[in-house]
């Protein structure tokens, strides 16, 4: 059974501790994934991922003291289909934002953005559906300098063709409004493209670096970046 390890090291490579966690909702030794750390107020949240239901993925958040050992752990069983959480942030109010996807069933899900506080507990969750497409998932996040969240998704039919997506949000996680992107889409071979970095500039530019899989299979994946400055209200 694979498991989720977390280690300190000191800039030495000294190791300081080490802790073994793993998800009682898995016994049949589904693989883990860790999405992302975050390290607030010498506890370490872990956005992690498994399998709980047999072939179905799920989600939950591992709380820490600042040697690993648990506190807490969260499960959001509420999205049983997908493996929800893509990314997950500390906003200006001292929550976390989680964004990812909302299977509503096998063949479809949605855009989601989930708060809670440092605790756990739920503070709103609000979803982007769009009816006609049924491939809708949310890569990165993050806290704009106006203090809104800016979401970077793609959307697609039937699973392929996905397209990119800006969305932003008020801090409630009301939808303000979104922007497909068009970056290089190799024309008639891209099955789908998908963002992994987004930052913000001073000057209000938006920087995003996303990944295109072709659609023939033996082609290499390829990789851009986008500057824009055409997305303020």
């Known amino acids: 059974m694979k498991r989720i390890l977390l280690f300190l090291l000191f800039l030495q490579c000294n190791l300081t501790f080490a802790q073994t966690y793993f998800n009682n909702y898995n016994p049949s ?5 860790v999405i992302k750390v975050l390290y607030i107020k010498d506890t370490f949240y872990i956005l992690s991922a498994s399998n709980c239901f047999g072939v179905i993925g799920c989600n939950y958040l591992i709380k820490a003291d600042k040697y690993g050992k648990k506190i807490q752990k969260f499960q959001f069983t509420d999205y049983p289909y997908k493996k929800v959480g893509r990314d997950i942030i500390l906003d200006k109010d001292s929550n976390l934002v989680l964004i990812g996807t909302r299977g509503q069933s096998l063949d479809k899900n949605t855009i989601m953005i989930y708060k809670i506080n440092l605790n756990g507990d739920s503070i709103n969750v609000k ?11 949310a890569d990165k996040i993050i806290q704009t300098r106006d203090s809104n969240y800016m979401i970077y998704a793609q959307r697609g039919v039937d699973y392929q063709w996905a397209r990119q997506f800006l969305i932003k949000a008020d801090r409630k996680g009301n939808k ?48 851009g970046i986008i500057r824009t400055d055409s997305l303020r209200e």
């Open 127 to 137: 979803y982007f559906d769009d009816t006609n497409i049924d491939r809708e998932d």
């Open 29 to 33: 030794g589904y693989s883990y994934e």
């Open 176 to 223: 303000l409004w979104e922007k497909r992107i068009d970056g290089d889409t190799l024309g008639k071979y891209t099955i789908y493209q998908y963002g992994n970095n987004l930052f913000e500039l001073e000057n209000g530019d938006f920087w995003m670096s996303y990944n295109i899989e072709p659609y023939v299979l033996g082609y290499d994946e390829y990789a």
